[in-house]
């Protein structure tokens, strides 16, 4: 799914315009925000843990290849088989290929945002394939056509009346008829739905929050239980994964747990913690045939190549969008991509371009909250800069935004010119706005005047207030 | 005012200090210019001004003229050397010059040393009085329940906290109000109010919302490209909220009309 | 192919580390010593703080002496008047099931009442359980009934994650498919940010501890 970034302007206008959307995301400051900050304040350690799980995650990746050879050797030891994937196109193919192999006609999907950044659904259904989300908020936003609107939450800008208008709609033919509005009984009918599909399915989809080199493991957190029943009743298991999933050991994997759920979620830890490897064992019970890892590139090689670098730490937990004065303004749909907020304007310029996601690097004021909570320390609004540097010398900065820095530049520079200019300029304007003290409109700054006013200078610059007082002295 | 710091200089020799005024105070507001003056002559501090300065360079590096920028630190690094302290009224500027000049000259040998060297001298004025010179203030009044906005870059790069707060506790008269959702982003940005209008509006919004749930008659920060941002919002609501910097009311200059509002009317 | 195109954009992009290649050795080693980080210090005895948090996670908990008194603990969480048809992890298979009783021995069935399973630990940092895949203990049984029951001996509960890695042998022969730190029931809040339970797993948890 490439970015329509686009058009973030005119879509956060609607964003800003959208009460039901605006409520929804004022929920997310009452909930999560207020719950993580109980949970960090109740953690003295918290600060030594984003430390600890920084560092894990620079040291795997500055032996990235390392780690990920020692990741496949374990999988394939224990059954499993490791597929690498350049780009979405080859991942995509790879997932195909093995529903093809299978005869699979019910492809189940646990919660996995590469698979959506890679656009898998919409290449199983071309095959004719039936897909189905089996987290609550993913199979939510699936009936409904549309994409997430956040990370961990996917349904946070739907209104629970326009969840129960979803399932009337759709749930005729599982026979729930009537219209429902209680949000246990619109679970229950996911629940019903959805377990008779975890048997059906050929082929069971997930993600990794972590891949465990010591192990061969895949790991997942969740609180619905799904994850686990996509990968155990399926025939075959495929796990999507990011390269930059892979930590070490076993403990790395406690370490950054102990961030994860805090920072997501505000818990101490999720009802479920996963450590999936490899295909039934011979004694087993239960527990899929086949076991596959698709490895995704994506440009996360791109990014370890360079300044980008601290992105890779990303362990998906959301709390960046959560503290995003933006994002908490427009929400996620109006950053056009698989990932929003903070992260997602960093992800997404990296992934699909910066002619792609221009604008996400620009839509932010660097207030620098997402890089205070963030649970492993990635300086994104250095990031964002970096990128706005990027797009400035491989010139996607044109017109105004360009050449009112660059005047402004040049003027800087010759302080004589400037303070003289400046002088006379104010004077003016001080003297237009004495009696009001504002000014109401302003030409070239409607941005600015459309709704605020502008305080009027005093009349004089600071250095000709000074050098007047000097030569008084 | 008395001094509890120690300062470079010695035990006798009053602190040198260059005066950074910023773009935004020379243009909008010298008022706050001069209030900084008076806080660091009374604290015993001999001020200067160098003329050779206009801006810090944030514009130019948050926009991505990265080459600008370098341009213009070089030019602050050379007005500023030789002094034994640099203090502006702005978290933002100071925050530049003290985190991103080194790293932004860090590929210059000679270049990068003296940033690291001027970035050490480098202070914002509230932190500046109370971290170094500990100072405590004397016989200022302003009667008034106050509120306070934290400005993002100061708080988060140059840890300013306590700080103005420790400073305004000296002010008599004065109530300390504290707004909710202080350390939230009032949505200036610098381009980014002119660039993502709706979005600043929104966000600037709040913070007006904020401001009156705490009933206070004065908003008072460090950083006025903020001011300038939620003082243009509260006049365009007609709100009567007064809106001054921090150093403006502990220099006892806060008598005058405030950020947005006319010259007095006569009594 | 895509797996060495991949391989050598990682190593190009890390070609200003030291060594020409990763030092083997030297990471082998970490991954022996599997370094430990910063855990949640607390103090006291690991029992009273595994089941004040459990109980915080919505676990329901009870203690018995022994295994003999399972049956009984077994039949009072369902309706007097209901002959129990339940799904049992073969560790339990000893402990003398009524014969009147329908047991299912084998994986998880889609329709599930209640299943009973024997944990491999618990960790009082969290108030969590852990289970680990087999022949006497299939994965579905944790997720598919409505009330799942967890039998845990007291003795099995450990401080940390850390504790319960150390424990477990990780070699290809030994590890299991699937390892279940679990943590209360299932939930969700996708609908309007309502915490609901059940979502897709199960709606209660029973832990019967047994101490000793």
């Known amino acids: 799914m490439g970015a329509r970034a686009h058009g973030f302007r005119d879509r956060a206008s609607e964003a800003l315009a959208d009460a039901n ?27 030594a843990m984003r430390e600890a799980g920084a560092a894990i995650k620079d040291h795997t990746l500055a032996n990235l290849d390392h780690y990920l050879l020692r990741y496949e050797a374990e999988v394939v030891k224990r059954g499993g088989h490791v597929h690498w994937a350049n780009d979405a196109e080859e991942a995509c193919r790879i997932v195909r290929d093995i529903c093809h192999r299978v005869g699979a006609k019910t492809v189940t999907k646990g919660k996995s945002m590469v698979s959506e950044e890679i656009g898998l659904n919409a290449a199983l259904e071309a095959d004719g394939l039936e897909v189905l989300e089996t987290d609550a908020g993913e199979y939510i936003v699936q009936l409904a056509k549309e994409a997430p609107s956040h990370i961990v939450m996917p349904t946070i800008h739907k209104t629970t009346r326009q969840i129960a208008d979803l399932f009337h709609e759709h749930h005729q033919r599982y026979g729930f008829t009537e219209r429902v509005e209680d949000a246990a009984e619109l679970i229950g009918q996911v629940r019903s739905v959805l377990r008779s599909k975890f048997f059906a399915a050929d082929v069971g989809v997930t993600g990794a929050n972590f891949l465990v080199a010591e ?18 009743l399926a025939r075959v298991h495929i796990v999507t994964a990011g390269i930059e999933k892979v930590v070490p050991t076993l403990n790395d994997t406690a370490v950054l747990l102990r961030l994860l759920a805090r920072s997501a979620l505000g818990m101490d830890v999720t009802s479920y913690v996963t450590y999936a490897t490899g295909p039934r064992r011979p004694d087993d019970l239960d527990g899929p045939e086949e076991y596959h890892v698709v490895l995704i590139d994506n440009g996360r090689t791109k990014m370890l190549a360079g300044a980008i670098r601290p992105m890779l730490r990303c362990i998906r937990c959301g709390a960046c969008m ?25 992800l997404m310029p990296m992934i699909s371009g910066h002619d792609k996601a221009q604008e996400l690097p620009h839509a932010c004021t660097l207030n620098g909250r997402c890089q205070q909570v963030c649970p492993v320390k990635i300086p994104l609004p250095d990031l964002l800069r970096r990128l706005r540097h990027e797009q400035w010398e491989e010139g996607f900065i044109r017109g105004k935004s360009r050449w009112g820095i660059t005047a402004w530049a040049w003027l800087a520079t010759r302080p004589v010119l400037y303070h003289r200019l400046t002088k006379l300029i104010v004077a003016l304007a001080g003297l237009a706005g004495r009696s009001r003290g504002r000014f109401h409109r302003l030409p070239l700054a409607s941005g600015w005047t459309d709704d605020r006013d502008m305080p009027a200078p005093q009349a004089t610059t600071f250095h000709a207030a000074w050098a007047k007082a000097k030569r008084q002295r | 005012m008395t001094l509890t710091g120690s300062t470079r200089g010695g035990e006798t020799a009053r602190p040198r200090v ?10 909008f507001r010298p008022s706050i210019g001069f209030a900084a003056v008076k806080l660091l002559e009374d604290a015993g501090c001999i001020v200067e001004v160098p003329q050779m300065q206009v801006c810090c360079g944030q514009p130019a590096y948050n926009s991505g003229d990265t080459e600008a920028a370098r341009r213009i630190a070089r030019q602050v690094i050379a007005t500023f050397s030789g002094f034994d302290y640099v203090v502006g009224p702005s978290g933002s500027c100071m925050a530049t010059i003290r985190n991103d000049y080194p790293e932004m000259l860090s590929g210059e040998a000679e270049w990068r040393d003296r940033a690291k060297a001027l970035a050490e001298q480098s202070y914002e004025l509230m932190s500046f009085l109370t971290d170094v010179l500990g100072v405590h203030l004397d016989g200022v009044t302003y009667p008034g329940k106050v509120t306070y906005h934290d400005s993002c870059a100061g708080l988060r790069t140059l840890a300013i906290k306590a700080q103005p707060r420790q400073l305004l506790a000296d002010v008599d008269g004065l109530e300390l109000c504290e707004l909710q959702d202080a350390e939230t982003c009032c949505g200036f940005g610098g381009t980014f109010c002119v660039k993502y209008p709706d979005i600043s509006i929104k966000m600037v919004s709040d913070k007006v919302g904020n401001i009156e749930m705490t009933g206070a008659d004065t908003l008072l920060g460090g950083d006025i490209g903020c001011l300038l941002n939620i003082a243009g919002r509260l006049r365009r609501l007609g709100k009567p909220t007064r809106v001054f910097h921090a150093a403006e009311v502990l220099a006892g200059m806060a008598s005058g009309p405030g950020i947005g509002d006319p010259k007095a009317e006569k009594a | 192919m895509g797996r060495e195109e991949i391989l050598a954009r990682i190593r190009s992009a890390l070609s200003d580390r030291p060594h020409a290649q990763a030092d083997n050795a030297a990471l082998d080693e970490r991954m022996a010593m599997r370094p430990a980080g910063p855990a949640v210090h607390f103090d006291g005895d690991l029992l009273p703080r595994f089941i004040a948090k459990s109980l915080a996670n919505h676990f329901t908990l009870e203690r018995i002496a022994s295994m003999q008194l399972l049956v009984p603990a077994i039949r009072a969480l369902l309706p007097a008047d209901e002959t129990p048809d339940i799904s049992v992890a073969q560790a339990l298979d000893h402990v003398g099931w009524p014969p009147e009783w329908t047991i299912n021995r084998g994986a998880g069935r889609p329709v599930e009442r209640l299943s009973v399973t024997l944990a491999y630990a618990g960790i009082a940092e969290t108030g969590s359980i852990v289970m680990r895949s087999g022949a006497d203990s299939p994965t579905t049984l944790n997720f598919l009934p409505d009330l799942h029951v967890v039998v845990l001996h007291a003795s099995d509960v450990v401080r940390y994650p850390e504790d319960v890695w150390r424990r477990m042998d990780v070699s290809a022969a030994a590890w299991p498919r699937s390892v279940n730190v679990i943590s209360g029931p299932s939930r969700t809040a996708d609908v309007g940010g309502t915490i609901v339970r059940p979502a897709h797993g199960p709606k209660s948890v029973q832990l019967i501890i047994i101490d000793d």
Do not use: W
């Open chain 1, 21 to 47: 959307l605006q409520r929804s995301i004022a929920s997310l400051k009452d909930g999560f925000v207020a719950a993580r900050a109980r949970a960090v304040a109740e953690l003295p350690e918290f600060e």
């Open chain 1, 215 to 232: 192990t061969g493991s895949n790991v997942i957190v969740t609180n619905e239980g799904n994850g686990d029943l996509t990968s155990t």
């Open chain 1, 322 to 346: 959560n503290h995003c004065p933006v994002y908490l303004s427009v929400g996620g749909h109006a950053y056009g991509g698989v990932y929003p907020g903070p992260m997602g304007a960093v």
């Open chain 2, 18 to 27: 260059a005066l950074f005024v910023t773009c935004l105070v020379d243009l």
